[in-house]
């Protein structure tokens, strides 16, 4: 079973902050993958990582970094908080060869004050 | 890049009733198309895809068909009961290195008993 596990399910944070997102998975997956969720949105990816230290812009990258030092391990970094990054983080990850399916976390619910 | 437009936002329809949610997507590169579904405060999980060269694909009670000419895909979901009461998301890929997928926004399916 591949599993997907987020560092926290809930995080309250000050606007200004700097907030750290990890997701770690442990099927040797290739791909790696952040999106946030906010109603009537759907899911937008923020940014992709197909292999260490590799990463690729999604569709809404500002304000945000990402950090793939390590295979199973991929970190979401808000820089500087603002209240308009509150919102539902879903982690991601796929391996590309045999499957093309994309395995979620459990997400983490970020409130930004 | 693809933009993937998905329709309606909220279904309801009578438990035993079929419900059927419509995609269309930009890109006629894309050559994957999977669907999601996320159960309230669950990660979303696949549960049926199709790749552009099959036309309609069954699981039991779920099928998705594809029209490439068109560019639109459609999931159908036949006798329908509780438990298929959910958000459903439909997502558009071209299999690549990164393995991107472009999410439509969602519908909201419940089935009412």
């Known amino acids: 079973d591949v599993k997907v596990t987020q560092s926290s399910r809930y995080l309250v944070k000050r606007t200004g902050e700097k907030v750290f997102l990890e997701c770690v998975q442990d099927?040797?997956?290739?791909?790696m993958f952040w999106y946030r969720q906010d109603p009537g949105l759907g899911l937008r990816l923020i940014y992709f990582s197909y292999d260490v230290k590799m990463k690729e812009k999604g569709d809404i990258p500002e304000g945000y970094s990402v950090s793939r030092e390590k295979k199973e391990r991929f970190s979401l970094i808000l820089e500087s908080a603002s209240t308009n990054q509150t919102s539902m983080y879903l982690c991601?990850?796929?391996?590309?060869?045999?499957?093309?399916?994309?395995?979620f976390g459990p997400g983490t619910r970020l409130t930004v004050t | 890049g693809e933009n993937v437009e998905q329709h309606p936002s909220t279904l309801s329809v009578q438990e035993g009733d079929s419900a059927v949610i419509k995609c269309t997507y930009s890109d006629s590169a894309s050559n994957y198309f999977p669907w999601y579904k996320q159960e309230l405060g669950k990660r979303p999980q696949l549960i049926i895809d199709i790749r552009s060269n099959v036309g309609e694909k069954k699981d039991q009670r779920i099928a998705v068909t594809l029209n490439k000419t068109a560019k639109h895909f459609s999931l159908h979901i036949t006798e329908t009961q509780p438990e298929d009461s959910a958000v459903y998301f439909c997502?558009?890929?071209?299999?690549?290195?990164?393995?991107?997928?472009?999410f439509g926004t969602g519908t909201s399916l419940t089935v009412i008993p």
């Open positions: 991601a990850s796929s391996l590309f060869q045999f499957s093309y399916e994309q395995y």
């Open positions: 997502a558009a890929s071209l299999v690549n290195t990164g393995n991107q997928f472009y």
């Open positions: 099927m040797d997956h290739e791909n």
